[in-house]
Protein backbone atom coordinates (compact mmCIF):
# COMPACT_ATOMS: atom_id res chain seq x y z
CA UNK A 1 0.00 0.00 0.00
CA UNK A 2 1.43 3.42 -0.86
CA UNK A 3 1.66 5.84 1.57
CA UNK A 4 1.91 9.63 1.14
CA UNK A 5 3.73 11.69 3.60
CA UNK A 6 1.53 15.40 4.02
CA UNK A 7 2.54 18.01 5.66
CA UNK A 8 -0.21 19.83 7.31
CA UNK A 9 -0.12 23.26 7.50
CA UNK A 10 -3.39 24.66 9.15
CA UNK A 11 -2.30 28.69 9.61
CA UNK A 12 -4.44 31.42 11.33
CA UNK A 13 -8.11 32.16 11.39
CA UNK A 14 -10.55 30.05 9.33
CA UNK A 15 -7.65 28.32 8.36
CA UNK A 16 -7.42 25.25 10.81
CA UNK A 17 -10.89 25.34 10.83
CA UNK A 18 -11.56 24.11 7.36
CA UNK A 19 -8.46 22.06 6.90
CA UNK A 20 -9.17 19.86 9.73
CA UNK A 21 -12.71 19.72 8.52
CA UNK A 22 -11.67 18.38 5.37
CA UNK A 23 -9.04 15.82 6.40
CA UNK A 24 -12.04 12.93 7.39
CA UNK A 25 -13.23 13.83 3.35
CA UNK A 26 -9.61 12.33 2.31
CA UNK A 27 -9.56 9.67 4.63
CA UNK A 28 -12.88 8.55 2.90
CA UNK A 29 -11.64 8.71 -0.67
CA UNK A 30 -8.42 7.12 0.53
CA UNK A 31 -10.51 4.31 1.95
CA UNK A 32 -12.57 3.98 -0.41
CA UNK A 33 -10.39 4.25 -3.64
CA UNK A 34 -8.15 1.61 -1.97
CA UNK A 35 -4.84 1.38 -2.18
CA UNK A 36 -2.84 4.00 -0.42
CA UNK A 37 -3.33 6.07 2.34
CA UNK A 38 -2.03 9.07 4.14
CA UNK A 39 0.82 9.85 7.21
CA UNK A 40 -0.10 13.41 7.96
CA UNK A 41 2.41 15.43 10.03
CA UNK A 42 1.37 18.71 11.63
CA UNK A 43 3.19 21.97 12.19
CA UNK A 44 1.66 24.41 14.38
CA UNK A 45 3.18 27.60 12.51
CA UNK A 46 1.34 30.81 12.05
CA UNK A 47 0.65 34.04 14.72
CA UNK A 48 0.69 31.94 17.94
CA UNK A 49 3.79 30.60 16.80
CA UNK A 50 5.34 34.10 16.10
CA UNK A 51 4.00 35.38 19.65
CA UNK A 52 6.11 32.37 20.85
CA UNK A 53 9.41 32.37 18.74
CA UNK A 54 9.51 35.44 17.20
CA UNK A 55 8.64 34.27 13.88
CA UNK A 56 5.79 32.33 12.13
CA UNK A 57 7.88 29.74 11.21
CA UNK A 58 11.37 28.24 11.86
CA UNK A 59 14.23 29.75 10.11
CA UNK A 60 14.19 26.42 7.99
CA UNK A 61 11.22 25.52 7.71
CA UNK A 62 11.61 25.07 3.69
CA UNK A 63 13.98 22.29 4.84
CA UNK A 64 11.68 20.91 7.73
CA UNK A 65 8.56 20.87 4.24
CA UNK A 66 11.04 19.26 1.25
CA UNK A 67 11.10 15.81 2.11
CA UNK A 68 7.40 15.83 2.25
CA UNK A 69 4.98 14.60 -0.78
CA UNK A 70 2.85 17.72 -0.70
CA UNK A 71 1.74 20.37 1.29
CA UNK A 72 -1.74 21.26 2.35
CA UNK A 73 -2.10 24.33 3.51
CA UNK A 74 -5.36 26.45 5.54
CA UNK A 75 -4.49 29.90 5.33
CA UNK A 76 -2.18 32.27 7.09
CA UNK A 77 -2.86 35.78 8.21
CA UNK A 78 -3.68 37.89 11.11
CA UNK A 79 -4.33 41.28 10.28
CA UNK A 80 -5.33 42.39 13.62
CA UNK A 81 -2.35 41.52 15.35
CA UNK A 82 0.29 40.66 12.81
CA UNK A 83 1.53 42.92 9.50
CA UNK A 84 0.29 40.71 6.52
CA UNK A 85 3.64 40.72 4.92
CA UNK A 86 5.08 39.29 8.27
CA UNK A 87 2.76 36.60 8.62
CA UNK A 88 2.35 36.10 4.99
CA UNK A 89 6.10 35.84 4.29
CA UNK A 90 6.13 31.99 4.31
CA UNK A 91 3.35 31.55 1.84
CA UNK A 92 5.66 33.15 -0.54
CA UNK A 93 8.74 31.55 0.32
CA UNK A 94 7.02 28.26 -0.13
CA UNK A 95 5.65 29.20 -3.91
CA UNK A 96 9.39 30.89 -4.66
CA UNK A 97 11.66 28.61 -2.69
CA UNK A 98 10.26 25.52 -3.96
CA UNK A 99 9.71 27.04 -7.40
CA UNK A 100 5.94 26.35 -7.91
CA UNK A 101 5.80 28.56 -10.76
CA UNK A 102 2.06 27.31 -11.74
CA UNK A 103 -0.71 28.21 -9.63
CA UNK A 104 -3.89 26.95 -10.75
CA UNK A 105 -7.28 28.03 -10.23
CA UNK A 106 -9.92 26.01 -11.09
CA UNK A 107 -13.90 27.77 -11.26
CA UNK A 108 -16.95 26.48 -12.31
CA UNK A 109 -20.33 27.11 -11.33
CA UNK A 110 -22.00 24.00 -9.66
CA UNK A 111 -25.36 22.36 -10.35
CA UNK A 112 -27.73 24.28 -7.70
CA UNK A 113 -25.43 26.87 -6.48
CA UNK A 114 -26.57 30.72 -7.63
CA UNK A 115 -23.98 32.88 -9.59
CA UNK A 116 -24.41 36.60 -8.39
CA UNK A 117 -24.18 37.30 -12.49
CA UNK A 118 -27.45 38.01 -14.23
CA UNK A 119 -26.29 35.95 -17.30
CA UNK A 120 -23.62 33.40 -15.49
CA UNK A 121 -23.72 30.61 -18.82
CA UNK A 122 -21.67 27.50 -17.76
CA UNK A 123 -18.62 28.80 -16.04
CA UNK A 124 -16.12 26.69 -16.39
CA UNK A 125 -12.51 28.19 -16.31
CA UNK A 126 -9.12 27.93 -14.97
CA UNK A 127 -7.14 30.89 -14.17
CA UNK A 128 -3.31 29.28 -14.48
CA UNK A 129 -1.59 32.35 -12.63
CA UNK A 130 2.70 32.71 -12.76
CA UNK A 131 3.64 32.24 -8.99
CA UNK A 132 7.36 32.42 -9.01
CA UNK A 133 8.33 36.14 -9.94
CA UNK A 134 6.50 38.98 -11.86
CA UNK A 135 4.88 41.58 -9.39
CA UNK A 136 5.76 39.01 -6.43
CA UNK A 137 9.47 39.46 -6.76
CA UNK A 138 10.96 40.24 -4.02
CA UNK A 139 13.23 43.06 -5.76
CA UNK A 140 13.03 46.95 -4.59
CA UNK A 141 13.59 48.61 -1.15
CA UNK A 142 12.98 52.06 0.70
CA UNK A 143 15.24 54.81 1.06
CA UNK A 144 14.95 58.25 3.18
CA UNK A 145 12.50 55.89 5.74
CA UNK A 146 9.96 58.44 7.38
CA UNK A 147 11.22 61.15 5.34
CA UNK A 148 8.99 63.08 3.63
CA UNK A 149 10.87 62.44 0.76
CA UNK A 150 10.59 58.72 1.15
CA UNK A 151 10.78 56.65 -1.95
CA UNK A 152 9.30 52.66 -2.02
CA UNK A 153 10.76 51.10 -5.41
CA UNK A 154 9.03 47.38 -6.29
CA UNK A 155 10.60 45.70 -9.25
CA UNK A 156 8.08 43.78 -11.26
CA UNK A 157 10.87 40.81 -12.61
CA UNK A 158 9.81 38.99 -15.96
CA UNK A 159 12.14 36.56 -17.16
CA UNK A 160 11.55 35.00 -20.49
CA UNK A 161 12.20 31.53 -18.94
CA UNK A 162 9.54 32.06 -16.40
CA UNK A 163 6.70 33.68 -19.28
CA UNK A 164 7.63 30.42 -21.48
CA UNK A 165 7.12 27.91 -18.83
CA UNK A 166 3.74 29.38 -17.41
CA UNK A 167 2.30 29.74 -20.92
CA UNK A 168 3.41 26.32 -22.16
CA UNK A 169 2.15 24.97 -19.02
CA UNK A 170 -1.23 26.66 -20.03
CA UNK A 171 -1.50 25.28 -23.54
CA UNK A 172 -0.73 21.90 -22.39
CA UNK A 173 -3.91 22.42 -20.04
CA UNK A 174 -5.99 23.99 -22.61
CA UNK A 175 -4.80 20.71 -25.21
CA UNK A 176 -6.81 18.86 -22.00
CA UNK A 177 -10.08 20.76 -22.16
CA UNK A 178 -11.67 23.31 -24.49
CA UNK A 179 -8.38 24.29 -26.68
CA UNK A 180 -8.91 27.74 -25.48
CA UNK A 181 -6.29 30.24 -23.50
CA UNK A 182 -6.24 33.47 -23.29
CA UNK A 183 -3.56 35.77 -21.83
CA UNK A 184 -3.99 38.58 -19.95
CA UNK A 185 -1.48 41.28 -19.69
CA UNK A 186 -1.58 45.12 -19.53
CA UNK A 187 1.04 45.52 -22.35
CA UNK A 188 -0.46 48.90 -23.82
CA UNK A 189 0.99 50.12 -20.47
CA UNK A 190 3.64 48.45 -19.20
CA UNK A 191 6.11 48.52 -22.34
CA UNK A 192 9.20 46.03 -20.74
CA UNK A 193 7.74 43.56 -19.17
CA UNK A 194 4.31 42.68 -20.41
CA UNK A 195 5.46 43.00 -23.94
CA UNK A 196 7.72 39.90 -23.23
CA UNK A 197 4.63 38.07 -22.80
CA UNK A 198 2.91 39.05 -25.84
CA UNK A 199 6.57 38.18 -27.78
CA UNK A 200 6.74 34.56 -25.87
CA UNK A 201 3.37 34.22 -26.98
CA UNK A 202 3.50 34.57 -30.69
CA UNK A 203 6.82 32.45 -30.10
CA UNK A 204 4.83 30.09 -28.78
CA UNK A 205 1.72 30.19 -31.14
CA UNK A 206 2.71 27.91 -34.11
CA UNK A 207 3.97 25.15 -31.92
CA UNK A 208 0.58 25.08 -30.40
CA UNK A 209 -1.53 25.90 -33.58
CA UNK A 210 -4.14 22.99 -32.38
CA UNK A 211 -4.65 25.25 -29.25
CA UNK A 212 -6.95 28.98 -29.80
CA UNK A 213 -4.93 31.88 -27.86
CA UNK A 214 -5.85 35.43 -27.87
CA UNK A 215 -4.85 37.96 -25.53
CA UNK A 216 -6.52 40.45 -23.51
CA UNK A 217 -5.70 43.50 -20.83
CA UNK A 218 -6.41 42.96 -17.21
CA UNK A 219 -9.38 45.66 -17.27
CA UNK A 220 -10.99 44.14 -20.42
CA UNK A 221 -10.79 40.83 -19.20
CA UNK A 222 -12.08 41.69 -15.63
CA UNK A 223 -15.39 43.12 -17.41
CA UNK A 224 -15.44 39.99 -19.16
CA UNK A 225 -15.48 37.70 -15.98
CA UNK A 226 -18.48 39.74 -15.27
CA UNK A 227 -20.01 40.08 -18.62
CA UNK A 228 -19.64 36.90 -20.70
CA UNK A 229 -17.57 34.59 -18.38
CA UNK A 230 -18.14 31.34 -20.15
CA UNK A 231 -16.21 32.28 -23.05
CA UNK A 232 -13.06 31.41 -20.96
CA UNK A 233 -11.61 28.47 -20.52
CA UNK A 234 -8.07 28.35 -19.70
CA UNK A 235 -6.60 32.08 -18.59
CA UNK A 236 -3.14 32.54 -18.31
CA UNK A 237 -1.77 35.60 -16.46
CA UNK A 238 1.17 37.82 -14.63
CA UNK A 239 1.44 36.90 -10.86
CA UNK A 240 -0.72 39.69 -9.38
CA UNK A 241 -2.97 39.72 -11.99
CA UNK A 242 -3.80 36.05 -12.08
CA UNK A 243 -4.14 36.99 -8.05
CA UNK A 244 -7.18 39.60 -8.88
CA UNK A 245 -8.60 37.77 -11.31
CA UNK A 246 -9.07 34.31 -8.59
CA UNK A 247 -10.62 36.19 -6.49
CA UNK A 248 -13.22 37.60 -9.17
CA UNK A 249 -13.56 33.73 -10.58
CA UNK A 250 -14.48 32.59 -7.19
CA UNK A 251 -16.64 35.42 -6.50
CA UNK A 252 -19.04 34.80 -9.58
CA UNK A 253 -19.59 30.92 -8.63
CA UNK A 254 -20.91 31.90 -5.97
CA UNK A 255 -17.70 32.79 -3.42
CA UNK A 256 -14.50 32.59 -2.26
CA UNK A 257 -15.69 29.28 -0.43
CA UNK A 258 -15.69 27.38 -3.45
CA UNK A 259 -12.20 28.21 -5.38
CA UNK A 260 -9.76 25.84 -5.02
CA UNK A 261 -5.72 26.40 -5.56
CA UNK A 262 -2.45 24.02 -6.11
CA UNK A 263 0.70 25.62 -6.42
CA UNK A 264 2.80 23.16 -8.36
CA UNK A 265 6.13 22.53 -9.18
CA UNK A 266 6.21 20.78 -12.69
CA UNK A 267 9.28 19.22 -12.29
CA UNK A 268 8.38 17.45 -9.19
CA UNK A 269 11.73 18.73 -7.59
CA UNK A 270 10.51 19.92 -4.91
CA UNK A 271 6.80 19.62 -2.89
CA UNK A 272 4.02 21.17 -4.66
CA UNK A 273 1.53 23.06 -2.13
CA UNK A 274 -2.38 22.91 -2.07
CA UNK A 275 -5.00 25.72 -0.48
CA UNK A 276 -7.50 27.47 -0.39
CA UNK A 277 -7.65 30.73 -2.86
CA UNK A 278 -9.27 32.59 -0.06
CA UNK A 279 -7.45 33.52 3.79
CA UNK A 280 -7.68 33.45 7.03
CA UNK A 281 -11.46 35.38 7.08
CA UNK A 282 -11.24 37.02 10.38
CA UNK A 283 -14.22 38.09 9.79
CA UNK A 284 -15.90 35.07 10.67
CA UNK A 285 -12.76 32.91 11.92
CA UNK A 286 -13.98 30.75 15.63
CA UNK A 287 -17.21 30.61 14.54
CA UNK A 288 -17.44 27.85 13.16
CA UNK A 289 -19.17 28.57 9.87
CA UNK A 290 -16.53 28.99 6.95
CA UNK A 291 -17.24 26.94 3.92
CA UNK A 292 -14.53 23.47 3.79
CA UNK A 293 -15.66 22.97 0.23
CA UNK A 294 -12.28 25.52 -1.29
CA UNK A 295 -10.12 23.69 1.19
CA UNK A 296 -11.86 20.02 0.24
CA UNK A 297 -10.92 20.60 -3.12
CA UNK A 298 -8.16 21.75 -2.98
CA UNK A 299 -7.38 18.07 -1.42
CA UNK A 300 -8.99 16.40 -4.54
CA UNK A 301 -6.31 18.54 -6.50
CA UNK A 302 -3.43 16.94 -4.36
CA UNK A 303 -4.70 13.56 -4.65
CA UNK A 304 -4.96 13.90 -8.43
CA UNK A 305 -0.90 15.55 -8.15
CA UNK A 306 -0.11 12.64 -6.43
CA UNK A 307 -1.36 10.39 -9.02
CA UNK A 308 -4.94 9.24 -7.07
CA UNK A 309 -7.16 10.20 -9.60
CA UNK A 310 -9.91 7.92 -9.01
CA UNK A 311 -10.06 8.92 -5.39
CA UNK A 312 -10.08 12.92 -6.63
CA UNK A 313 -12.78 11.98 -9.05
CA UNK A 314 -15.04 10.81 -5.86
CA UNK A 315 -14.47 13.79 -3.76
CA UNK A 316 -15.09 16.30 -6.80
CA UNK A 317 -18.53 14.07 -7.45
CA UNK A 318 -19.21 14.41 -3.97
CA UNK A 319 -19.02 17.80 -3.76
CA UNK A 320 -21.32 18.12 -6.52
CA UNK A 321 -23.89 16.54 -5.28
CA UNK A 322 -23.97 17.65 -1.64
CA UNK A 323 -24.37 21.04 -3.39
CA UNK A 324 -26.51 19.79 -5.70
CA UNK A 325 -28.52 18.53 -2.85
CA UNK A 326 -28.73 21.74 -1.00
CA UNK A 327 -26.18 21.40 1.33
CA UNK A 328 -25.10 24.77 2.01
CA UNK A 329 -23.07 27.29 5.30
CA UNK A 330 -24.25 30.47 5.44
CA UNK A 331 -22.15 32.02 2.91
CA UNK A 332 -23.90 29.98 -0.03
CA UNK A 333 -27.09 31.17 2.04
CA UNK A 334 -27.90 27.83 3.98
CA UNK A 335 -27.74 26.80 7.85
CA UNK A 336 -24.96 24.36 7.96
CA UNK A 337 -21.77 24.53 10.17
CA UNK A 338 -17.73 24.15 8.56
CA UNK A 339 -18.25 20.50 9.85
CA UNK A 340 -21.43 19.82 8.85
CA UNK A 341 -20.81 20.95 5.79
CA UNK A 342 -17.69 18.62 5.28
CA UNK A 343 -19.56 15.99 6.67
CA UNK A 344 -22.35 15.95 3.75
CA UNK A 345 -19.41 15.28 1.87
CA UNK A 346 -17.81 12.46 3.52
CA UNK A 347 -21.17 10.99 3.18
CA UNK A 348 -21.57 11.11 -0.32
CA UNK A 349 -18.02 10.24 -0.58
CA UNK A 350 -18.42 7.09 1.40
CA UNK A 351 -21.81 6.13 -0.23
CA UNK A 352 -20.80 6.58 -3.39
CA UNK A 353 -23.55 9.09 -4.71
P1 LIG B 1 -10.30 36.44 2.87
O1 LIG B 1 -10.21 35.59 1.66
O2 LIG B 1 -9.78 35.86 4.12
O3 LIG B 1 -11.81 36.88 3.10
C1 LIG B 1 -12.54 37.65 2.15
C2 LIG B 1 -14.06 37.48 2.40
O4 LIG B 1 -14.45 36.17 1.99
C3 LIG B 1 -14.44 37.60 3.86
O5 LIG B 1 -15.68 38.24 3.95
C4 LIG B 1 -14.55 36.17 4.34
O6 LIG B 1 -15.43 35.96 5.40
C5 LIG B 1 -15.03 35.46 3.07
N1 LIG B 1 -14.54 34.08 3.03
C6 LIG B 1 -13.28 33.67 2.74
N2 LIG B 1 -13.20 32.35 2.81
C7 LIG B 1 -14.41 31.89 3.17
C8 LIG B 1 -14.94 30.59 3.43
N3 LIG B 1 -14.20 29.48 3.33
N4 LIG B 1 -16.25 30.50 3.79
C9 LIG B 1 -17.01 31.59 3.87
N5 LIG B 1 -16.58 32.83 3.66
C10 LIG B 1 -15.28 32.99 3.31
O7 LIG B 1 -9.54 37.81 2.52
P2 LIG B 1 -9.11 39.03 3.43
O8 LIG B 1 -10.17 39.32 4.45
O9 LIG B 1 -8.67 40.07 2.52
O10 LIG B 1 -7.82 38.52 4.19
C11 LIG B 1 -7.80 38.02 5.54
C12 LIG B 1 -6.39 37.56 5.86
O11 LIG B 1 -6.03 36.44 5.06
C13 LIG B 1 -5.32 38.61 5.60
O12 LIG B 1 -4.35 38.45 6.59
C14 LIG B 1 -4.78 38.23 4.24
O13 LIG B 1 -3.50 38.70 3.97
C15 LIG B 1 -4.82 36.71 4.34
N6 LIG B 1 -4.86 35.95 3.09
C16 LIG B 1 -4.20 34.76 3.11
C17 LIG B 1 -4.27 33.92 2.01
C18 LIG B 1 -3.57 32.61 2.06
O14 LIG B 1 -3.20 32.15 3.12
N7 LIG B 1 -3.38 31.95 0.95
C19 LIG B 1 -5.04 34.30 0.91
C20 LIG B 1 -5.72 35.52 0.93
C21 LIG B 1 -5.64 36.35 2.05
C1 LIG C 1 -3.49 34.32 -2.55
C2 LIG C 1 -3.26 35.41 -1.54
C3 LIG C 1 -1.79 35.75 -1.43
C4 LIG C 1 -1.31 36.21 -2.78
C5 LIG C 1 -1.48 36.82 -0.36
C6 LIG C 1 -2.09 36.47 0.95
C7 LIG C 1 -0.02 37.09 -0.25
O1 LIG C 1 -4.02 36.54 -1.84
O2 LIG C 1 -2.97 33.22 -2.36
O3 LIG C 1 -4.22 34.56 -3.50
O4 LIG C 1 -1.49 37.39 -3.14
O5 LIG C 1 -0.76 35.39 -3.50
MN1 LIG D 1 -5.39 36.24 -3.49
Redesign the pocket.
Known amino acids: MKRYRIALYP?????PE?LDASLPVLEAAAERAGGFAFEFVRFPWGADYYFEHGRTAPEDFLEVLRPFDAIY???????GRIP?HI??DP?MRMRQGFDQYACLRPCRLFRGVPSPLARPGDIDLVVVRENSEGEYSICGGRVRRDEPEEVAIQTAVHSRRGVERILRFGFELARTRRRQLTMITKSNALRYGMVLWDEVLEALRPEYADVEADRMHIDAAAMDFVRRPARFDVVVASNLFGDILS?LAGAIIG???LAP?ANINPPRRCPSMF??????????AGRG???????ILSGATMLEWLGEAVAAGMIRRAVDEALASGAR???LGGRLT?VQMAEAVRRCVKEGC
Open positions: GDGIGVLGALGDPDTLLDGLGSEPVHGSAPDIIANPVTQTPDT
